[in-house]
């Protein structure tokens, strides 16, 4: 398929994930206000040892429309850059251990958030692993997008105000997750070569 002048792959195999995962988090947006609360990462809970389920949870439910909206054009973004990485379920399969990563650097790092919402940790995430798998294979494009993802993490960790709403260490969290996901698929397909 053309638009506006590209060539996008249209196969179900490169397009569902994706569009899956952008479904997934508008229907849970559809959820009741409470439910939406209960789903969010509740930092007292998670330190108490209770509702550890909100580590995953707390990555797929956002604060408000526009939120979702910024991370569902990140998501076509990423996408877009990387569809040679998002083609089939294979390369999903690691978004679990990146919202894991995300919402413990949140919750370890950045205490003065009580709740967290939001994909964009993960998102972060997934650009790194993508942009440094496309180095590896020496797409230097990958290697452009990886240091302005990473620059912008170190930029926020280092500039932001201590109250700036900005989850950014959620955003190191998701970037160091993929990362060492993009290293340790190098490494497993090296030696299976």
Sequence with gaps: MVLFGLSIPSQPRAVFPTLSVMLLLTLIMLL??????ALKLDRESFVAGEQLWQLLTGQLV????????????????CWALF??????W??????????????LA????????????????????????????DT??????????????CGKVVYDIFTLPEFSGLAFAAHAGG???????????KILTLNHS
């Excluded at 569809?83 to 089939?88: A, E, L, N, S, V």
């Excluded at 970037?175 to 698929?185: P, S, T």
């Design 83 to 88: 569809i040679d990485h998002q083609q089939g």
């Design 62 to 77: 956002h604060h408000d429309w526009q939120h979702l909206g910024l991370n569902l054009l990140g998501l076509l973004v």
């Design 136 to 149: 590896l294979q020496k797409r230097w494009l990958g290697a452009l997008i990886l240091i302005g993802v």
């Design 90 to 103: 294979r390369r999903w399969l690691g978004v679990p251990l990146i919202m894991l990563s995300s919402s």
């Design 106 to 133: 949140q919750v370890y790092f950045d205490p003065q958030v009580r709740f967290y919402a939001g994909f964009s940790g993960t998102l972060y995430g997934l650009f790194a692993y993508c942009a440094l798998t």
């Design 32 to 37: 009741p206000a409470a439910t939406l609360q």
């Design 175 to 185: 970037v160091v997750a993929g990362l060492l996901l993009a290293f340790l698929c």
